[in-house]
């Protein structure tokens, strides 16, 4: 059942998570980097219909910004219905206490402050070398999400580095609940606050509308192909096989409690041609934090009561779900 709804307000809108903003086909080469998208602001109509049909259909709206100023005009209408912001990082935050935006979305982990949520967008060589920042910006910041933009690079190697900086994080965390802070960092401490499965949702409770005044799946769809729409504003949303979007058709992930894992499938689509089934790496790296959050819960409960409702974090012997397909029911 559809919660939300993203409304892209420009072509150019910030990358949240695992893709990149690749140009069209059409959009001119620059120099030195190649060709980049151009902007393609969504129309005040568009915009106005894309709100309409929220509130239709009792949506939650959340607002992707370029890093341009929008037209003075847009203000009014973005503000007309309840909502939540996400914007790109400016080099120079708001002063503390004064902010206009819900996400902070950054490429850069470096001195990082922010009274509201950080979505650092990396690749994993970058996140290996920042141990001690991702540290410091977790000081500094109420929760800090990082999304891996290689993540179909990830070899055994990797999976081993990878480890081992979650393990030297969960230590650094765990001496912050003993000083009586509560960071949130997405890889260690979300799985250790759940129940059940917590994903991205595209395609069954979440939905994209492009400036284009077209639906997409996630805003990943739209960027890779504008061809690959599921509907439009004036015909309403036409989801092909759109059960395959929900966790009882995954084959897979109904059968794993790696519940903190993103289930993202556009990488799922991008890795394995299928959007409800997850390539190894994706089950790896979610294994792999999975079980450092279950150290890290057993290691918080050595200082005293924490989360009491929630139960341990079973062990297990395996990194990849799909090799222990032969115990599924």
């Known amino acids: ?194 129940q059940k499965m917590n994903n991205c949702g595209a395609g069954d409770t979440t939905i994209t509308l492009a400036p284009n005044g077209k639906f997409y799946v996630c805003p990943a769809f739209y960027y890779e192909d504008e061809k690959d729409s599921v509907g439009d504003l004036e015909h309403g949303l036409d989801i092909k096989n759109k059960q395959l979007y929900k966790l009882e058709y995954a084959p897979i992930c109904r059968h794993c409690d790696a519940y903190q894992c993103k289930r993202c499938v556009w990488l799922n689509r991008k890795m394995t041609l299928e959007v409800n089934t997850p390539s190894h790496e994706q089950c790896v790296l979610a294994h792999l934090e999975r079980n450092a959050s279950r150290e890290l819960l057993l290691n918080i409960r050595k200082h005293g009561k924490f989360l009491p409702e929630q139960e341990e974090i079973k062990e297990i012997d395996y990194l990849d779900p799909f090799d222990r397909r032969d115990t599924w029911q």
């Open 1 to 194: 059942m559809l919660q939300y709804l993203i409304i892209l307000l420009d072509r150019t809108s910030t990358s949240f998570c695992h893709y990149n903003l690749t140009p069209s086909p059409s959009d001119p080469p620059t120099p030195f980097r190649g060709r980049e998208r151009s902007r393609e602001l969504i129309s005040l109509e568009t915009l106005r219909q894309g709100i309409r049909f929220g509130m239709m259909e009792n949506l939650m709206i959340q607002y992707v910004y370029p890093d341009c100023e929008l037209p003075a005009e847009y203000a009014e209408v973005i503000e007309s219905i309840d909502h939540s912001k996400i914007k790109s990082l400016p080099l120079t935050p708001p002063k503390e206490g004064r902010t206009d935006t819900d996400v902070w979305v950054t490429e850069s982990i470096k001195d990082i402050k922010a009274e509201v949520p950080v979505v650092w967008r990396t690749d994993k060589q970058n996140l290996f070398d920042s141990e001690a920042d991702i540290i410091k910006a977790l000081e500094n910041v109420p929760r800090l999400n990082v999304v891996l933009t290689d993540v179909e690079s990830f070899t055994d190697e990797d999976f081993a580095a990878y480890k081992s900086l979650l393990e030297k994080l969960s230590k650094a965390i765990e001496q912050m609940y003993v000083n009586g802070k509560a960071p949130q960092l997405n890889l260690l401490t979300d799985r250790m606050m759940l």
